[in-house]
């Protein structure tokens, strides 16, 4: 398939695709007239890609990991070395504490709006109810 058919396939945008081709993180044959041609398992492998960079891991990390991922969306470590589960147990541990911020300005932030909402009167749009004239 071609890069456009990727990105429609993975709703990613072809720059990054080209990125992530740059990265080494993706291979692409090139035909006759220099257009990319991907074969089908770049569909899981870019799913794979932007799973990892949405968890928080950089792309070095990534490069490092993509050869370990033996089907689709697995990953799996026959020669896992110290440094590799070093990098990923402090690339989970920082992960672990952005789930925890995140968990905690959401709370904050719904609490807030639990009070917001609570002095305007529950109204929609936060409008404070009208006193009716006597």
Known sequence: MRIGELSARTGTPRRLLRY???????????????????????????????GLLDAGLPTRIIKQVLPCLDKPRAIHFPDATPQMLATLQRERD????????????????????????????ARPGGAAPQEEAA
Request: hydrophobic share 35%; proline share 0%; net charge negative.
């Open 20 to 50: 992530y081709e740059e990265q080494g993180l993706l291979v692409a044959e090139r035909c006759a007239n220099g257009y990319r041609a991907y074969d089908e398992a770049c569909v899981d492998r870019v799913l794979q890609i932007r």
């Open 94 to 121: 920082r992960m672990t504490e952005r789930i925890e911020t995140l968990v905690r300005n959401r709370d904050a932030i719904g609490e807030y709006l639990e009070v917001v909402r609570g002095t305007a009167g």
